[in-house]
């Protein structure tokens, strides 16, 4: 069964965004931010979503992938 992957680390590294100064922009902790970087969460609230995506200038498809397998 496929599953839906975040790849917001990716993204971050493209734009030259740490960790921290995302969290600071988005309003979220670093810890929270940490499992979304590395798919450890099993949802993510749009309002969360849109923030990033403003942070990061990108569109939902860029951080969020599906995976097939």
């Known amino acids: 069964m496929g599953k839906i992957v975040l790849r917001l680390d990716r993204v971050m ?5 740490s960790l921290n100064e995302l969290a600071e922009r988005v309003g979220i902790s670093n810890v929270n931010l940490s499992k979304l970087k ?19 200038d990108c569109q939902p498809g860029d951080i969020l992938e ?3 397998q």
């Open 13 to 17: 590294a493209d734009r030259k965004m």
């Open 38 to 56: 590395n798919n450890r969460v099993t949802a993510i609230r749009f309002s969360t979503l849109e923030a990033i995506c403003e942070a990061l």
């Open 66 to 68: 599906y995976d097939g």
